[in-house]
């Protein structure tokens, strides 16, 4: 059973900047594609950034050039860094781990961790 436990959420003010980190347990983070999805309140989970295996991203329109995602293996840890933060951008954000295995698709997911964007 993989576990993912995120921090580095809290309170900033809009154009400010926070790093949210994920660290995962077990032995498959290095395999995986790693992912950060937000979900503010009434609005359904999105998927904000994503870094595969063998390191390439993608991010969602409204966060590029403002956000970036990275891995350490050696770590079991992926990283968002969030610069110029908008209010919008106020939400829990969840890390995901996510595989193939023997053909099926497995989705692990952090607790979430807050990020609040205000003045």
Request: charged share 20%; hydrophobic share 30%.
């Amino acid at each position: 059973q993989v576990q993912l436990v995120e921090s580095g959420g809290g309170l900033v003010q809009p154009g400010g900047s926070l790093r949210l980190s994920c660290v995962a347990s077990g032995n498959i983070f290095s395999a995986s594609t790693m992912n950060w999805h937000r979900q503010a309140p009434g609005k359904q989970r999105e998927l904000v950034a994503s870094v595969t295996s063998s390191s390439n991203t993608d991010y969602a329109e409204s966060v590029k050039g403002r956000f970036t995602i990275s891995r350490d293996n050696a770590k079991n840890t992926v990283y968002l860094q969030m610069n110029s933060l908008k209010s919008e951008d106020t939400a829990v954000y969840f890390c995901n781990l996510r595989r193939r295995f023997f053909g099926m698709r497995q989705d692990y997911w952090g607790q979430g961790t807050q990020v609040t964007v205000s003045s």
